[in-house]
């Protein structure tokens, strides 16, 4: 369960304001899959950023139960001078897992041979990606938080990323960010779209993409 208590995030810029959320008052139900719609530049990953906790809201809170991802294939958090083994070790530490089995699994999936333990500088940013999704998908959360994801490598690997993210989707939730309303009905069994600072949160995702693909007509 995510729920925003009061929640308001204004930005103040060169005597301009921008306001992300007013007074939200939504809850995300346990064990859903929510879309997270709206157009360019609504807010949807700074609001992302303060489920994850990483930002912080003007005023009022959110609530959560269970445990809540990074955005998944986040990589900005890896440190360039270790190797891709000691950077799984690193996170393994702070979100207390079993620091062998997930090399172990990231190893496995992301397919990374003798680059995995070498440093992250000399990675490709296709290589920082895979490392960076199996990392996320190695750590198990109630709830992932899913920003514009794409799959990267062959056919084979992409097809082995969505299986695993589908995966992980069936004993957990998640809310995704995805201009692919393709990738939405397929991902998402709920709907959460963002308009001028408001949420309104729909049960059936095909109403969430109405209501959002109206907003869009609306505005062009």
Same mark, same amino acid.
């Given at each position: 369960m995510i729920r925003f208590e009061?929640?308001?995030?204004t930005f103040s810029l060169e005597?301009? %304001?921008? !306001?992300?959320?007013?007074?939200? #008052?939504?809850?995300?139900?346990?064990? %859903?899959? !929510?879309?997270?719609?709206?157009? #360019?530049?609504?807010?949807?990953?700074?609001?992302?950023?303060?489920?994850?906790g990483t930002t912080q809201p003007t005023s009022g809170r959110i609530v959560s139960t269970g445990t809540i991802s990074w955005p998944v294939g986040f990589a900005g958090s890896f440190h360039p001078e270790l190797s891709g083994a000691q950077n799984c070790r690193f996170i393994g530490r702070i979100y207390g897992v079993d620091t062998d089995e997930l090399i172990a699994f990231v190893r496995?999936?992301?397919?990374?041979?003798?680059h995995f333990n070498l440093p992250l500088k000399t990675y490709s940013s296709g290589m920082r990606?895979?490392?960076?999704?199996?990392?996320s998908m190695g750590v198990a959360f109630d709830t992932y938080l899913v920003d514009e994801i794409t799959a990267v490598g062959d056919q084979a690997f992409k097809a082995r990323s969505d299986r695993?993210?589908?995966?992980?989707?069936?004993t957990a939730g998640a809310v995704v960010v995805s201009h692919s309303m393709?990738?939405?009905?397929?991902?998402?069994d709920a709907a959460a779209v963002l308009e001028n600072g408001k949420l309104l949160?729909?049960?059936?995702?095909?109403?969430?993409?109405?209501?959002?693909?109206?907003n869009m007509k609306r505005g062009a």
């Open positions: 009061h929640l308001s995030k005597g301009k %304001r921008k !306001v992300v959320a007013e007074d939200i #008052n939504v809850t995300f139900p346990t064990g %859903r899959a !929510v879309a997270l719609l709206g157009r #360019n530049g609504a807010g949807k990953s700074t609001l992302l950023k303060m489920i994850a496995e999936f992301a397919e990374l041979g003798v990606s895979r490392l960076a999704f199996g990392v695993l993210f589908k995966q992980r989707m069936q393709g990738q939405i009905r397929e991902l998402c949160y729909f049960e059936d995702v095909g109403e969430g993409i109405k209501r959002h693909e109206h």
